[in-house]
């Protein structure tokens, strides 16, 4: 069979999903493929660091690998037998099962430009668990449409529109369907204090944020996005600082026009309630009991939190519980109905059905699709 570079980029890719050595040469012309080569793409921003651990192996103990092992091996092992439709195909099923990054992305900061486009090797959902990255994510949509699944609410990202995930939020996003294509400039940091004082935006899902940017303000905000593209905060404190400096700067500027109409984004009450929330998830908390601690009237309390976040007390709990409940199915083997139980739900039923109507699956069908155990790893590569 004659090997063209899309069946020479899916067989490096095997290789490194199997565990196997790869030059680094050769990775980062397969990586390259798969990000493609526009200015700002996530091979070219990532440093040699990143490269040595993927070429270590970094990507073979992804939870979704052994099924992608047992779906393809008989193309691959024990000769090569590929058709270019076969390879695209194969690469798009591998960008699928890249879901934990915490020790791919490291304690740096990154800033990048994402293009997706029908069809193409790289047109793929970006899935993370809840609780799975250590930094803050801001996202950018510069053309075409993307799709975010905020648990809460689908939303439907043009140009203008922010998206910022916290440490905590579940990441669900890929092109619209609708839409030929989708590209967004991001940027992941790890924020200090004097940032995060500046985030008064609407929350549209657990630990998801959501700010369209007015058409005044657009070229102002896309401009400092491109500009730290300018720096590489991998090489040195100094570059990376710079970059920090121009997130702080998008957030001041968001800041005039983020706070939601007829709330107080600095309220410590609605803050300390979230807190409250947040360390009881646990607990049938009832309003009341809420706005006992937050020295509020249930009403007085019950209104001022959806001004701030748009959901009810209740309904934010529950999102978060769901969320919660999605890290502990994709990190945990514990049984379903003893997470339905530590995260405050004593009827595991109705728990089931609250998770089936806010992220579209049963618990169970979502365990299945999202996680596999080291151990499950193994198992493939000895039967192999």
């Known amino acids: 069979m004659t090997s063209t570079p899309i069946i020479r980029h899916a067989n490096i890719a095997w290789k490194v999903f199997r565990g196997q050595p790869v030059t680094l040469a050769a990775l980062k012309e397969s990586m390259l493929r798969m990000s493609g080569d526009h200015h700002g793409n996530l091979t070219e921003r990532t440093g040699q660091l990143y490269f040595e651990q993927v070429a270590a192996g970094g990507f073979s103990s992804q939870p979704a690998v052994p099924a992608l092992i047992k779906k393809w091996k008989n193309l691959f092992e024990p000769i090569l037998r590929l058709s270019e439709n076969e390879a695209l195909r194969f690469l798009i099923d591998a960008g699928k099962c890249l879901e934990l990054m915490d020790d791919l992305f490291t304690d740096h900061s990154l800033s990048a430009v994402t293009k997706m486009v029908r069809g193409a090797s790289n047109d793929i959902a970006t899935y993370r668990p809840a609780g799975k990255l250590r930094g803050w994510s801001l996202n950018l949509s510069v053309s075409g449409t993307g799709h975010y699944n905020c648990i809460r609410r689908e939303l439907f990202a043009e140009p203008g529109d922010m998206v910022l995930l916290s440490p905590d939020a579940m990441y669900d996003y890929r092109r619209a369907q609708h839409a030929s294509h989708w590209t967004h400039d991001w940027v992941y940091f790890q924020p200090d204090s004097r940032i995060l004082d500046w985030l008064n935006w609407p929350e549209v899902g657990p630990h998801i944020y959501h700010l369209k940017a007015p058409d005044a303000d657009y070229p102002a905000i896309k401009a400092l ?160």
């Not at 807190?275 to 009341?288: Q, R």
């Not at 706005?291 to 209740?314: D, E, N, P, Y």
Request: charged content about 25%.
């Open 225 to 384: 996005f491109e500009s730290t593209l300018d720096f590489d905060p991998l090489a040195d404190s100094r570059s990376e600082a710079l970059l920090l400096n121009i997130i702080e700067q998008i957030f001041i500027r968001c800041a005039r026009f983020s706070a939601p109409a007829g709330s107080d984004p600095t309220d410590s009450r609605i803050t300390n309630a979230m807190n409250y929330i947040n360390s009881n998830l646990e607990k049938s908390l009832t309003v009341e009991d809420i706005a006992q601690h937050v020295q509020l009237s249930k009403t007085r309390l019950s209104s001022m939190f959806k001004a701030r976040t748009g959901s009810t007390l209740i309904s934010w709990r529950e999102e978060r519980r769901i969320a919660k409940a999605s890290r502990l199915l994709t990190r945990t083997t514990l049984q379903i109905q003893e997470i339905s139980k530590q995260i405050g739900y004593e009827d595991p039923l109705y728990f089931s059905r609250t998770f089936s109507r806010l992220v579209g699956c049963s618990p169970r069908i979502y365990r299945q699709s999202r996680q596999a155990t080291v151990n499950q790893f193994d198992n493939a590569i000895l039967k192999s």
